[in-house]
């Protein structure tokens, strides 16, 4: 079973930036797509970027020229580089294969102040 180990979430101002990162148990990169995904308080938990096998990336609209997914397969390990940050991107972040195993980590908790 996959587990993936997140970090690097805190406490920001808006237009602050943070990078997380996510830790894999075993080697995904090379046969799954990755995400990023987040949830809010009383939301459902929604991708906002994903990478493809050979790096291609995709974001939602709302995180375009803000957000940039990245890996290093060598590592096992996908980042989040979130910049001009917004109170909006307050969340829970978690990092999962795309579509979603059914083994989801902790996450890392993002906060935005205005």
């Known amino acids: 079973q996959v587990q993936f180990v997140e970090s690097g979430g805190g406490l920001v101002q808006a237009g602050g930036s943070l990078r997380l990162s996510c830790a894999a148990s075993?080697?995904?990169?090379?046969?799954?797509?990755l995400a990023w995904y987040r949830q809010a308080p009383g939301k459902q938990r929604d991708s906002v970027a994903r990478i493809s096998i050979g790096g291609t990336t995709t974001y939602i609209d709302s995180v375009k020229g803000r957000f940039t997914i990245s890996k290093d397969n060598a590592k096992n390990t996908v980042y989040l580089q979130m910049s001009s940050l917004k109170p909006e991107d307050t969340a829970v972040y978690y990092c999962?294969?795309?579509?979603?195993?059914?083994?989801w980590g902790q996450g890392t908790q993002v906060t935005v102040s205005s």
């Open positions: 075993v080697s995904t990169f090379s046969v799954y797509y």
């Open positions: 999962n294969t795309f579509p979603p195993l059914n083994s």
